[in-house]
């Protein structure tokens, strides 16, 4: 049986890794998490055979607890809106931690027979587990709109260094004194973890929330893979390194996109430039739905720029169905997708995806920043930050040096946009004053509806 | 185990998951995501022998909150990611067209 256990893992530690490498190619991606799902079935079961598995009531907790955890989450996974996937995935991955963090303590309060090495592995992975937890939490709530104030106050990183300082102390305390530490510390180091988890959190802002996410499903592959060697598992150490060490690239990719290191994510305050910003000059200009129809109608390119805006708006179906009037028309369509657009990378590709928009016409910063310049209309749904010009001329601007679209460099701008007020982050959009701009003010689903209509009068 | 292969292993699985991301496009890095946070629900094996163990109550409430949350995990990491990846079949591109 044990022979048998031991193939389960290490097959489901083959699948895990064949399964992310099929997710590299939007035609196989799907294949790949149905191998890896296989996989964890496969573990789970043989599981139930292990041998340290013992007592029918620990065998009866088992069962109930995977249908609880598993009937919340799975009914929730279905339910859950393509806009609030970024939050859903914190909150599973926060899940992910605190299970590893569990486990550790566990195991550090049964202090039974690890050797020094578990024993301290028990506790990193213990430290790191519950700051991705607690942390993972605050996040989804930021994002879900539960929690919307950022918390800052003066000497917040020394407090937090403080805070953070301890716990490790803490850590090597109960690494170091064999089976000798008492429940007290072990307590106090978990719950000085989940605050530490929380305070790193509670300062950075819902703009660079997906960086944040993002690194912390690093974090708990790693715990997850410490926790592994603790219970002497490989099936957990492959995976949970595989995750840590993806997540870390994934992370460093993300903050690239942002053109901020990610020490500056973590540690500084998103905003707070020292400067003073440049005033804008100019007014903003409004334009009439029926106007801007007009225009894209007779125009030969037409560039579309989404933001999250647009997909909180659901606009994303009217939009398409706009732009397949305009391909009839023989109006060449394109989108635009900043990296950050949506709230992580690729979100906004998950979005259009959605409602339909092929592939073909979605284009990175990359591939479509050179095209501005031809572009007869950019049409601006729900995106800010992104076309901000100030970002490539103001050094004072809190996105200064963040790579943009240039969508001012288009002949013609129209902004679809809420209000006059300034965005998420609370910059100024230099572009929105611009001489080529006009803005068209309300819901975005309900101007393009207006659009898709009056396109079709034209 | 023996910690010089544990340390291997840590090495080899590191190298591979650095590997096999970093030829995945951006237009996948949200469903990716998404799939590795899946993988680490693994944990759910972990926490299963962790209270399959326990012995006093403690160990046992901790035991019991850690395969809630791993089978949270690993439940809903691969409904997510299988709802997202699901719209990007090549076929429903065709579709559209």
């Known amino acids: 049986m044990d022979f048998m256990i031991k193939a389960s893992y290490f097959i489901a530690a083959g699948l895990f890794i064949y399964g992310l490498k099929k997710m590299s190619s939007p035609a196989s ?57 970024p939050q859903m995935v914190a909150l599973y991955n926060g899940m992910g931690g605190g299970a590893a963090a569990a486990i550790a303590a566990v ?20 430290l790191i587990g519950t700051i991705a937890f607690s942390g993972s939490l605050i996040a989804y709530a930021k994002l879900q709109g539960i929690m919307r104030k950022t918390i800052r106050f003066p000497m917040q990183q020394l407090l937090n260094a403080s805070a953070f ?120 200009k409004e334009i009439e739905a029926s106007d801007v129809s007009v225009m894209m109608a007779f125009a030969q390119k037409v560039v ?30 394109k989108f635009a997708i900043h990296p950050v657009a949506g709230r992580m990378p690729g979100h906004m590709n998950v979005l259009l995806a959605e409602a339909g928009v092929p592939y073909d016409i979605i284009y990175d910063l990359d591939e479509i920043n050179e095209e501005f310049a031809t572009t007869d209309v950019t049409l601006v749904i729900g995106a800010n930050d992104v076309v901000n010009p100030a970002a490539r001329t103001d050094p004072n601007s809190p996105i200064f040096g963040m790579p943009i679209l240039n969508a001012d460099k288009s002949k013609n701008i129209i902004v679809i946009k809420r209000g ?27 101007v393009a509806s207006e659009l898709v209509s009056t396109v079709k009068e034209v | 185990m023996e910690g010089i292969i544990a340390l291997y292993i840590f090495m080899l699985a590191a190298f591979t998951g650095y590997e096999v991301i970093s030829k995945v496009p951006v237009i996948l890095h949200t469903p990716l995501m998404s799939g590795s946070n899946f993988i ?20 046992m409430l901790f035991g019991f909150i850690a395969v809630i949350l791993a089978a949270g995990n690993a439940a809903g990491g691969y409904v997510v990611t299988e709802r997202m990846l699901e719209m990007f079949k090549p076929s429903d591109k065709k579709e559209s067209k």
């Open chain 2, 40 to 59: 680490h629900g693994i944990v759910l094996v972990g926490a299963m022998v962790a209270l399959g163990h326990a012995g006093s109550k403690l160990e």
């Open chain 1, 165 to 284: 300082i301890i716990t490790v102390i803490l850590g090597l305390v109960i690494a170091f004194s064999g089976t000798d530490y008492g429940l007290g510390i072990l307590f106090i180091f978990f719950l000085l973890a989940l605050v530490f988890g929380v305070m790193m959190t509670v300062p950075i802002g819902g703009a660079d929330m997906p960086v944040v996410i993002s690194l912390f499903n690093a974090l708990t592959g790693l715990a997850v893979g410490f926790e592994g060697y603790v219970l002497d598992n490989p099936a957990m150490m492959i995976a949970g390194t595989v995750v840590g060490s993806a997540g870390f690239l994934l992370t460093q990719l993300m903050a690239k996109a942002m053109n901020r290191p990610i020490s500056n994510v973590l540690f500084s305050n998103f905003g707070d430039a020292t400067g003073k910003a440049q005033d804008v000059s100019g007014s903003m």
């Open chain 1, 304 to 333: 579309i720029v989404p933001g999250y805006g647009m997909a909180v708006a659901q606009a994303q179906h009217k939009i398409w169905e706009l732009v397949k009037q305009l391909q009839e028309r023989n109006v060449t369509v």
């Open chain 1, 420 to 446: 006059k007020g300034k965005g998420f982050s609370g910059i100024e959009n230099h572009l929105f004053f611009a001489d080529n701009t006009r803005m068209l003010y309300g819901d975005a689903q309900a």
């Open chain 1, 29 to 85: 991606a799907r294949d790949g998490i149905v191998w890896a799902g296989v996989g964890m079935i496969l573990a789970t079961l043989a599981t139930f055979f292990h041998e340290s598995i013992h007592g029918l009531t620990n065998y009866l907790l088992i069962i109930i607890a995977i249908a609880i955890g598993g009937y919340l989450a799975w009914t929730s996974g279905k339910k859950v809106a393509m806009t609030d996937m």
């Open chain 1, 107 to 126: 195991e550090l309060i049964q202090r039974s027979g690890m050797n020094f090495t578990e024993q301290a592995l028990a506790v990193v992975g213990g």
